[in-house]
C-alpha cells in the first residue's frame, strides 16, 4: 500500500551495529504498528503508539526500541544488531475502534550477519 | 496468546476450483479478520466478520465463522493463479482494542 512507506527495503548489517528502520504513513491513523515475521511464520507485534504520546511493547520487544516522532513516522531500532533479528519487518498504521482494519507497509528485509 | 491457527498449512488447487481455508482460535472474540500476503509483501485486509455474524460475503470470498466451535473458514470460489498467496486470520479479543496476533498462515497455490 503506497500510503504506508517503509525505508530502506533491504538492509545487510554486521552483528553489534545500531539499525533504525523508518515507516512513515500518509493516511491520517493516529495508530502504527511493527512487526517482524519470521520464514514461513505469522507476522508478531514488536511495538505499537496509539498516538503520538503513547508507545506500547508487543509480544517480543526485547532487543528493538522505537520512537513515534510524528503522527506520521514510527522509527524500530535495533540497539545491537544480533542474527536471529534476521526478518522481514512489516510497519502497519489503523484507526481506533476494533472493528477496523490495519494497513501495512512493503516490508523490509533485514539480514544481520 | 490469541492468535489464530490456520488449516491446512498449504493447499495447491488447479485454476477454477474452489479453496478452503479454516481458522480455530482459543478464547472468546470480538470479531476476526483475514488478510492475505503475496510473497514478501505485506498483508492486504480481506475481510472483516462479527461476532454476531455467520456468515459475510465479499465478491469471490465467503467467509463464516462458528463462535460455538472457535473456528472460522475462507471459502475462494473459482480460483484464479493470481490468487496464489499465504492466507492469515486474525481474531480479535473483545477489550483488546484491534490489536492483531497471526497465525503461521495457509500459503495457496493457484495452478493455471
Known amino acids: 500500500d503506497a500510503d504506508v512507506t517503509q525505508t530502506p527495503r533491504n538492509r545487510i548489517t554486521k552483528t553489534g551495529k545500531r539499525i533504525m528502520l523508518e515507516c512513515s504513513q500518509t493516511?491520517?491513523?493516529?495508530?502504527m504498528y511493527w512487526y517482524r515475521q519470521d520464514p514461513g511464520l505469522g507476522l508478531r507485534l514488536i511495538y505499537y503508539?496509539?498516538?503520538?504520546?503513547?508507545?506500547n511493547k508487543g509480544e517480543i520487544s526485547d532487543g528493538y526500541s522505537v520512537s513515534r516522532q510524528a503522527q506520521a513516522k514510527f522509527s524500530l531500532s535495533l540497539e545491537s544488531a544480533i542474527p536471529n533479528q534476521t526478518a522481514l519487518y512489516f510497519c502497519a498504521t489503523g484507526v481506533a475502534g476494533i472493528y477496523n482494519e490495519q494497513f501495512f507497509g512493503p516490508g523490509t528485509r533485514l539480514t544481520v550477519l | 496468546s490469541q492468535q489464530g491457527e490456520e488449516d491446512p498449512q498449504a493447499l495447491s488447487i488447479q485454476e477454477g476450483e474452489n479453496a478452503t481455508m479454516n481458522c480455530s482460535y482459543k478464547t472468546s472474540i470480538n470479531n476476526l479478520q483475514w488478510y492475505r500476503q503475496n510473497s514478501g509483501r505485506g498483508l492486504v485486509h480481506l475481510i472483516l466478520i462479527r461476532s454476531n455474524e455467520r456468515e459475510k460475503h465479499s465478491g469471490r470470498l465467503r467467509v463464516t465463522l462458528d463462535t460455538s466451535k472457535k473456528s472460522s473458514s475462507l471459502l475462494i470460489t473459482a480460483s484464479r493463479a493470481a490468487d496464489t498467496a499465504s492466507y492469515f486470520c486474525a481474531p480479535v479479543r473483545a477489550n483488546a482494542g484491534n490489536m492483531l496476533t497471526f497465525g503461521g498462515g495457509t500459503r495457496l497455490m493457484v495452478k493455471p
Open positions: 503508539s496509539f498516538d503520538v504520546k503513547d508507545i
Open positions: 493516511k491520517g491513523h493516529d495508530r
